[in-house]
Every structure is written in structure tokens, then in C-alpha cells.
């Protein structure tokens, strides 16, 4: 069964490579223990938005979709102790597991969680229109409303700013005509904005691991027109 192997190679690549300790193990078990969907990116993929953050120099991420904040841990890791997250969240209840999980992996005091729906809240932030430019961008909440975060985020960044899109695959539904559940829809929608968008020069990747098979989209915001890869 290949989703076996995927799970046996990503153990395998997270034992190697990875340096999951003892407080994200802590924030995914305490997320569990507290009743939360264990929808949390993996350890090698919660590295990589740690990476990304890392090779843009970011020190401003957004995060839109808290959960229990283990991708919030590995994002305010990669912005560094200087570093500033704001992670949107809907449920109260995920906000306050992922609060306690952020203090106790000691990064509690560069997240801001902000409760509600994520929309209401990248409104109110672009009109306010006082925010410095976030570094990175990672959607990961409510895959129907990807396109309209994506047009948030295009007004809270700057030029060479990075965007990160999860579970934009969904198992192959993206490419399947007849799938027509609306989250890959969502799938659809956004990737028919990155690609019409010529802010954003960008791709999109499957993955297979422990979770599945899906897969993100990568995008950088361009200093001016599109640029041609
Ligand atoms: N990024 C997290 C991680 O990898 O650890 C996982 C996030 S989980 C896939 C999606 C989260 O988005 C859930 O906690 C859910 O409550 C939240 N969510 C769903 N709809 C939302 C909305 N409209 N606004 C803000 N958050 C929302």
C-alpha cells in the first residue's frame, strides 16, 4: 500500500533530518489530548515553512489557520526572537490550546493569535492600512476562501514577500473534472488567481507523506511585472 510507505519514509526522513523536540511533539499530543482534528502540517513540512521563512529573511509571517499552532511554532522559529506571527483562527477553542502550546515551546511572546473569521480579520487588517508588509503568508484554514486570503494577502506584502498555500491536491481532486466538492473548487479557483495574478510569479507541488497525498502552492510577490521563469 504506497500511503503506508509514505508514512514509513516520512518517520524515516523526520528521524533523519528533522529536529522535531520535545516541545512540538508536547503542542501536537496537548492538541490532541484537548479534542483538536490532527490536521496539523507534518514535522518535515512544518521544517520546510520554517525554511521558507528563513530564506526570505522573514521576521513578519501570517498565518491564516491556527489549529493548535504547531505550523505557528515552526513559523515563529524560522522569524527568530525578533520575529513577529499573526495567526488567524475561527474557534476559540483552538486559539486557546495553541496559546498554551506557543507559551510552553517558549514563543508565546512573538504570536499574536487573533480569534474570528479569517476574512473579517484580513479585512479589518488592510483597512487600517498601518500594518508593516508580512515577510510570508501561509493559508492553511478554509480551503473555499483561498482566493479572497490570496487578495488580502496580495495587500499585506511586499515585493519578494513569499506566499504558501496547503492542501491544494486534496488526493488528485484538483485535476478531476468531476470533483465537485467545493474545497477543490477552492483548489481551482485559487490556482486560476495565482496564475491570472501578475503580482505573483509562483508553482504548485504535490506531496505524499504520513498525511496523505496533496500538495501547496508556492508564490513570491514580484518587484514589478510577472516574471517570466
Ligand atoms: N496550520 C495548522 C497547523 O498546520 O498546525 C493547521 C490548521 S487547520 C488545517 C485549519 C484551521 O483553520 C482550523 O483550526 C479551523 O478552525 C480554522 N478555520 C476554519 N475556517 C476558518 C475561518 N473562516 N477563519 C479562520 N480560521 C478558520
Known amino acids: 500500500n504506497p500511503a503506508d510507505q509514505w508514512a514509513t519514509v516520512d518517520d524515516y526522513l523526520v528521524r533523519a533530518v528533522v529536529d522535531e ?3 512540538l511533539r508536547a503542542a501536537r499530543t496537548a492538541s490532541q489530548a484537548a479534542g483538536l482534528p490532527s490536521i496539523e502540517v507534518t514535522a518535515n513540512q512544518g521544517a520546510l515553512l520554517s525554511l521558507f521563512v528563513r530564506m526570505v529573511g522573514g521576521r513578519r509571517v501570517l498565518e491564516v489557520g491556527t489549529l493548535g499552532g504547531y505550523s505557528t511554532i515552526w513559523l515563529a522559529r524560522g522569524a527568530g526572537p525578533d520575529g513577529h506571527v499573526v495567526t488567524l483562527e475561527l474557534e476559540p477553542h483552538h486559539a486557546q490550546v495553541a496559546r498554551q502550546n506557543l507559551d510552553n515551546a517558549g514563543v508565546g511572546d512573538r504570536v499574536e493569535i487573533v480569534v474570528g473569521p479569517a476574512a473579517d480579520t484580513l479585512d479589518a487588517l488592510v483597512a487600517a492600512g498601518n500594518t508593516d508588509p508580512f515577510d510570508l503568508v501561509f493559508l492553511d484554514a478554509d480551503k473555499q476562501n483561498n482566493a479572497r486570503y490570496l487578495r488580502a494577502a496580495l495587500s499585506l506584502t511586499r515585493p519578494g ?16 473534472p468531476a470533483a465537485a466538492d ?6 481551482r479557483e485559487l490556482l486560476d488567481l495565482v496564475r491570472a495574478e501578475p503580482r505573483l510569479t509562483a508553482t504548485a507541488l504535490q506531496t505524499v507523506g504520513s498525511k496523505g497525498w496533496d500538495g501547496f502552492v508556492l508564490a513570491v510577490v514580484n518587484q514589478g511585472r510577472a516574471l517570466q521563469l
Do not use: L, M, P, T
Open 21 to 23: 523536540d520535545d516541545a
Open 161 to 176: 514577500s513569499a506566499i504558501v498555500v496547503d492542501n491544494v491536491v486534496r488526493a488528485g481532486a484538483v485535476a478531476d
Open 182 to 187: 467545493d474545497r477543490a473548487q477552492g483548489s
